[in-house]
Structure formats: structure tokens, C-alpha cells
């Protein structure tokens, strides 16, 4: 095992033992105690992922590099952009103003809308779950308008043919409503079964459904991205990203290349024998020829994106997610027994505990409040992760033009803003990438080793040996 992979991965491997044994420790502790011991446990499992992201945690280009990169892209593109930035400020904020000043409002409805839906000798879970459709269903109701707004924006920006926002928005509303619906009752559910250890159990449950869906279902969702299109007739771009993962010391993997409407684009995932595949309109010719091959300039694109996801593989980004997700899940449990141990909370909710029906007001709040804060820090994450496999694909393709080209096409493709404002970061959808015009500056302002630069053979891979440390990756523009 090689360098880069060693420093990027014991870190969080000592994450996750820190994490298994904070969840063994607490189960010996009363359930404050044991609360505290795993949001110290998740904060270190987190840190642990995030110190190795360091020199990926800020953008590697300058503010004028990022408006300088805009002149490469169509104008009028870049402005139809600009408005919908604006135009989305008004409902980013809205609708974060919007779920802080539920908190309270949830709290103090709990009571009175379980008691309103049904009656003191139903069961529990029915009272449970009537009382969370009421108050899931009603904050998503005044979420609707900022989220409208949010859809309409986005759907006039892009330059694909979007749905309707009014019934996008109601589609959210209902499937924001069912989702709470049954995770608070799942968790009434582990407080009925399972009294003293309830939220260890259903940490334990998260983490054991996110790596059985990582093993099993994550290989058919990769498969599934690839139905509908039209396989590719050369094997030339096969072999060039198998030629990639081969360079990065990863097992050979299955790569699917097919014709398909939208974007250049690539997903990867399974364990074991990685699936990669590739995706995007002209990666063949139509023809029964052979030798027929895409064009070179979108087979080197092709090539460049998919080697963007070879280095996720490389570092075990997936893994690293689904470590942080265990650890956000666990934090937000740790949040909910602080609360429901707070006689304070619990005074104003109405209720002794939270295994009570009139408690589901304050769950919902109590939720609400971590979630606020992980997912941010989760986006971010995922912004440095992406950085890193960026930086990997301009070091290992040495075609710091082919990889601006790709974003160029991205941006032609789909639309939307290249350079958001800070909103972005923000509700309602908080960015898992760098922005476009920050990866086409990055692409741009890359300088490949001369090494890297001589020209391929015509039937030859041009992908160069992958990076060997962290160091050679870390491209200081």
C-alpha cells in the first residue's frame, strides 16, 4: 500500500475505533454521560476525516482567477447565471429564517396537535405518528414558498426543459412530510423497544444500513446509471479508463461506457472489483464500423472525468462519507438525549419524556437544530474531497485544457451559475462541488510537468503513473 493511500487512511480508520469504542463505553455510562462521550466521538471521527482534507479545504485559486476563468464561458450563460443568484437570496434566506423560527413554534405545538388528531386511549404509535404528519406536514407548508421560489429559479436558469416548479414544490411537500412521518416513528418505535439504549441501537442500525447499501445496492445503482443509453462500438475509451484505475494501483474494474442524453459524466461505487461508468452524448459515432471511435476532444474529456472518479477510489472517498454520516447520525441522537434530559425542554414541551406522543413537537426540533450545522459540514467535506480528485485528474491526465473543456461543457449543457455568491453554501441546497468557475480557474491555472505533456501514441493510454504523495497533488496556484 502506497503513501498517499496510508496517510489518507488511517486517520479515519482511528475515527472509526474511536467511534466503536465510544459506543461500547456508553452503553456502561447513564445516557448524559454516554451522550457527551459520542458527540465527542463523532467530532474526533469527523476531524478525522477532515485533517487530512487540509490543503483541499479552501479554494486553490484567487476570486480574480474565478472571474477571469468567466471570460472563457458563453456570456450570455454566465449572466442568465447571474440572475438566478440573485434572484435566489431572497429564498435562501427566507427559508432559513423560516426553519429557526419553527424551533420554537414545534415545541410548543407538540402537545396540543397530538391531542387534537386523536384521542388519550388510541396507541401510542398512532398518536405518534397522526401528530407528526400534522406538524411535519405544516412546517413544510410554510418551507413551500421559499422552495417554489428555489425550483422556479433554478428550472429558468438551466438549459435543460424543466418540470413544473409549483408541482415539484408539492411533490417535495408530500415526501418531505412522509419521510419525518416515519423517522419519528421509527424512533418512538426504539424508545418503546429498547427504553435505555434506544439511540445507541439505532446508531448501530444507521451504520449497518449504510454499509450493507455501500456493498449491495450502491454496484446496482452504478449499473442503473448506465441504462437507456446505447454501449459504445470502440473499446478505445474502455481501455483508457481502465488504463486510468490501473495507474492508480486500484483492482481492474468493470467499466460501462454508453451514449446518453446530457452532460459528460461519470459515477463509481461497489467494493471489491469497482464499477466506473461513463456517460454523455457523443462518446460514439453512429456506425457499425469497428474502428469507429468518439471524437478525439470528447474522449479525452471523457477520459478526464472519469478519472476524477478513479481518485475517489483511490481514496476511499465513499467510505469516508459513510463514516461521517455515522458519525452526523450519531451526534444528532447524542443532541436528542441531551434534550430529553433537560427538565427545562421538557417543562415546555409538556411532557416527561420523549417516549410521550406530545413529545413529537420537540423532536422535530431538536432534529432540526444538528441538522442546520452537519450538513454544511458535510457539504464542505465533500467540496474538499472533490477538490482533491480534481487536482488528481489534472496531475494524472497531465491535460489541464481537455479538463477545462469538460466544465466549459458543463456549463453549455446545463446551465446554472459558474460564480454563486456565499448563498450557495446555504439552504436549500448546499453545494457538494466547487463551483464551475472555480474548477475551470484550477484547470487553467495548472502547470503539468513537461514530462507529462509529450504526445500519445495513437492507440496508447495518455493517462500518466498516478501521483505517488499527497505533496504531488497539492497544486499551488
Known amino acids: 500500500m502506497d503513501m498517499i493511500r496510508e496517510r489518507n487512511i488511517v486517520g479515519p480508520l482511528a475515527g472509526s475505533a474511536a467511534m466503536v469504542i465510544a459506543v461500547g463505553a456508553a452503553t456502561q455510562l447513564d445516557q448524559q454521560a454516554a451522550a457527551w462521550l459520542i458527540m465527542v466521538a463523532a467530532v ?28 472563457h464561458l458563453p456570456p450570455a450563460l454566465v ?39 386523536s384521542d388519550p386511549g388510541q396507541p401510542w404509535y398512532l398518536r405518534a405518528g397522526l401528530a407528526t404528519l400534522v406538524l411535519a406536514g405544516a412546517v413544510a407548508v410554510l418551507e413551500a414558498t421559499p422552495m417554489w421560489w428555489d425550483t422556479r429559479c433554478r428550472g429558468t436558469a438551466s438549459t435543460k426543459v424543466a418540470g ?65 443509453g446505447k454501449p459504445v462500438t470502440s473499446d478505445r475509451l474502455r481501455q483508457r479508463v481502465a488504463a486510468a484505475a490501473a495507474g492508480a494501483g486500484l483492482r481492474s474494474p468493470q467499466i460501462l461506457v454508453v451514449e446518453k442524453p446530457g452532460p459528460l459524466n461519470a459515477v463509481v461505487g461497489g467494493v471489491g472489483r469497482q ?24 474522449e479525452d474529456e471523457a477520459v478526464a472525468i472519469a478519472t476524477h472518479e478513479v481518485a475517489h477510489v483511490r481514496y476511499g472517498d465513499g467510505w469516508l462519507r ?8 450519531g451526534f444528532t441522537l447524542a443532541v436528542l438525549v441531551l434534550a430529553g434530559n433537560t427538565p427545562g425542554l421538557l417543562h ?5 419524556s420523549l417516549a410521550d406522543p406530545h413529545a413529537v413537537g420537540l423532536i422535530l ?3 432540526t437544530v444538528p441538522r442546520l450545522i452537519a450538513v454544511p459540514v458535510q457539504t464542505w467535506l465533500n467540496r474538499a474531497q472533490e477538490r482533491r ?81 499527497d505533496a504531488d497533488i497539492v497544486n499551488r496556484v
Open 365 to 367: 426540533a431538536v432534529l
Open 275 to 298: 464499477k466506473i461508468t461513463v456517460f454523455g452524448p457523443g462518446l460514439a459515432e453512429t456506425t457499425d464500423d469497428e474502428t469507429a471511435r468518439p471524437a478525439t476532444g470528447v
Open 164 to 228: 413544473p416548479a409549483g408541482l415539484n414544490t408539492a411533490i417535495g411537500v408530500l415526501a418531505g412530510t412522509v419521510f419525518w412521518a416515519v423517522k419519528i416513528l421509527g424512533l418512538a418505535w426504539a424508545m418503546h423497544l429498547w427504553p435505555s439504549g434506544w439511540w445507541l441501537a439505532l446508531i448501530a442500525a444507521y451504520a449497518a444500513a449504510r454499509l450493507a447499501a455501500r456493498m449491495l445496492l450502491e454496484p446496482g445503482t452504478v449499473q442503473s446509471a448506465a441504462s437507456g
Open 389 to 469: 480528485a480534481d487536482q488528481y485528474a489534472l496531475h494524472t491526465t497531465g491535460e489541464p485544457h481537455t479538463v477545462a473543456s469538460a466544465w466549459q461543457r458543463a456549463l453549455r449543457e446545463v446551465g446554472g451559475d459558474p460564480n454563486p455568491g456565499p448563498s450557495y453554501l446555504l439552504w436549500p441546497k448546499p453545494a457538494g462541488h466547487p463551483v464551475l468557475a472555480e474548477r475551470l480557474a484550477t484547470a487553467l491555472a495548472f502547470d503539468p510537468p513537461a514530462a507529462r505533456l509529450a504526445p500519445a501514441t495513437a492507440n496508447a493510454p495518455t493517462t500518466a503513473p498516478a501521483p505517488a504523495t
Open 79 to 117: 449572466e442568465r447565471g447571474r440572475k438566478m443568484s440573485a434572484a435566489l437570496v431572497w429564498s435562501t434566506w427566507t427559508l432559513l429564517a423560516v426553519r429557526l423560527a419553527t424551533v420554537p413554534l414545534l415545541i410548543a405545538a407538540g402537545t396540543p396537535a397530538a391531542d387534537w388528531v
Open 348 to 352: 415546555l414541551a409538556g411532557v416527561v
Open 322 to 329: 459513510m463514516l461521517t454520516g455515522t458519525a452526523q447520525a
Open 44 to 71: 474526533a471521527a469527523i476531524a478525522a476525516v477532515a485533517v487530512p482534507l487540509r490543503p483541499w479545504w479552501r479554494s486553490p485559486v484567487t476570486a480574480a482567477q474565478r472571474q477571469a476563468a468567466l471570460k
